[in-house]
T-cell receptor, first 112, second 117 residues
Framework: SQKIEQNSEALNIQEGKTATLTCNYT??????LQWYRQDPGRGPVFLLL?????KEKRKERLKVTFDTTLKQSLFHITASQPADSATYLC???????????FGTGTRLTIIP | DAGVIQSPRHEVTEMGQEVTLRCKPI?????LFWYRQTMMRGLELLIY????????DSGMPEDRFSAKMPNASFSTLKIQPSEPRDSAVYFC???????????????FGDGTRLSIL
């Protein structure tokens, strides 16, 4: 069955460092991969979308890579700040299918 | 612009009662999704609609769950009868097909926290 794993439940990073989160998948050939941020008591908020034919996408301090050979996406936050503390979710979908399958999330804490 | 609006934000009810969750998507969006989030299972898609028509309800756990979208600006998720294992946070999300391109980002509401006693 399809499986999406995010590297760890919780990750603590020192402020100013780069935070790297991992999303691995098996038994899946997604055409799109999205990353969302979720704060306590709130709904997920979209951050970035990357397509299978794209290797890398950037938005301000955020960078996402998508390696379909390794079946892995890396999500980087550079110059991390305490305000970046949240749970980050990866989500996969197939071409032409709006159905998103979410990973279990990684709770990121940036330590001042 | 107003985002996705869900009501109520919190619902506590006794087992066996009917529960109705409500969602108003973002105006102009043509896809609407219902999700359930628990610690054990994470965020799971229950059902989604396109232009008010249900497209995929394979995630609906059982016949006690039903969802409707009578018009483009309103959807409901009903549980009847409710059971303690239905306790979770239920999210509604919407998106729109931009220029014929599918797989667009989804915009989530802040959810309904449901507790069945």
């Amino acid at each position: 069955s399809q499986k999406i794993e995010q590297n760890s439940e919780a990750l603590n990073i020192q402020e100013g460092k780069t935070a790297t989160l991992t999303c691995n998948y098996t038994n899946y050939s997604p055409a799109y991969l999205q990353w969302y941020r979720q704060d306590p008591g709130r709904g997920p908020v979209f951050l970035l979308l990357i397509r299978e034919n794209e290797k890398e996408k950037r938005k301000e301090r955020l960078k996402v890579t998508f390696d379909t050979t390794l079946k892995q996406s890396l999500f980087h936050i550079t110059a991390s700040q305490p305000a970046d503390s949240a749970t980050y979710l990866c989500a996969l979908s197939n071409f032409g299918n709006e159905k998103l399958t979410f990973g279990t999330g990684t709770r990121l804490t940036i330590i001042p | 612009d107003a985002g996705v609006i869900q009501s109520p934000r919190h619902e506590v009810t006794e087992m066996g009662q009917e529960v109705t969750l409500r969602c108003k998507p973002i105006s102009g969006h043509d896809y609407l999704f219902w999700y359930r989030q628990t610690m054990m299972r994470g965020l799971e898609l229950l059902i989604y609609f396109n232009n008010n028509v249900p497209i995929d309800d394979s995630g609906m756990p059982e016949d006690r769950f039903s969802a409707k979208m009578p018009n483009a600006s309103f959807s409901t998720l009903k549980i009847q009868p409710s059971e303690p294992r239905d306790s979770a946070v239920y999210f509604c999300a919407s998106s729109f097909e931009r220029g014929g391109h599918l797989n667009q980002p989804q915009h989530f509401g802040d959810g309904t926290r449901l507790s069945i006693l």
